[in-house]
């Protein structure tokens, strides 16, 4: 018998009786209880609605999120591996799960691997990238006349000439990896979701 039917079958009874029969159960349900289940509603919009809006319950991913404009393209892999980093030193994944046991050993050695490249890999890939930039000097870039219509070089403030492969060559490279890498660990962690659970 559920609360209600219970209580649907005190009130009828109750009603059947006079003032001085009801008993002080059913008094003291009908004063305290019944408002609040009238007044639910409202308990339940501060639960849902408001509290998490003033108090968000995944701070440490709106706070990663910036409040700039930024694409989508940047936006997701840089969420989806603060999810694994938050996975792995936020829940303590490594501690308070046995992989081995779960026969989930395989998924632990590819966990550790993204877990490497997100937190330490990446970042040094991308120092790298923005290392191998040519220096410009004073900014000026001359494009030597006879070269035109053939390869274009450029002239780095009397550095002499040099063509867009022998300056932008390396980046091109190490972007490539950048890219080749994230897609595979990001291909990864959408792949093992069901799994990035404690």
């Known amino acids: 018998m559920t609360h209600m039917n219970i209580y649907e079958k005190g009130l009828a009874k109750a009603l059947r009786a006079d003032d001085s029969k009801i008993p002080l ?20 919009l501060w ?26 393209r ?9 999810m694994v980093v938050h996975y792995v030193d936020g829940e303590k994944a490594f501690e308070s799960i046995d992989f081995e046991a779960s026969g989930l050993g395989s ?10 490249w997100a937190k330490v890999g990446r970042k040094e890939l991308q120092k790298k990238i923005d290392d191998s930039y ?24 009397g550095n002499g000439f040099k063509s867009y492969e022998e300056l932008y060559g390396e980046v091109n490279r190490l972007e490539a990896e950048l890219e080749d890498s994230d ?16």
């Open 74 to 82: 940047v936006l997701i892999p840089d969420i989806l591996y603060l």
């Open 25 to 44: 159960r059913w008094k003291l349900q009908w004063k305290f209880i019944d408002p609040w289940w009238e007044y639910s509603w409202a308990h339940k």
């Open 47 to 72: 639960r849902d609605r408001i509290s998490p809006f003033l108090w968000p319950r995944q701070k440490w991913l709106t706070d990663a999120i910036p409040k700039t404009w930024n694409d989508k």
């Open 134 to 157: 040519p220096d410009l000097g004073n900014g000026l870039i001359l494009i030597d006349d006879e070269t035109l219509g053939q390869e274009v070089k450029f002239n780095l403030s």
């Open 107 to 116: 998924f632990a050695k590819e966990l550790k691997e993204v877990y490497d």
């Open 183 to 198: 897609t595979k660990c990001l291909e990864w962690i959408v792949r093992n979701r069901n799994h990035l659970w404690t």
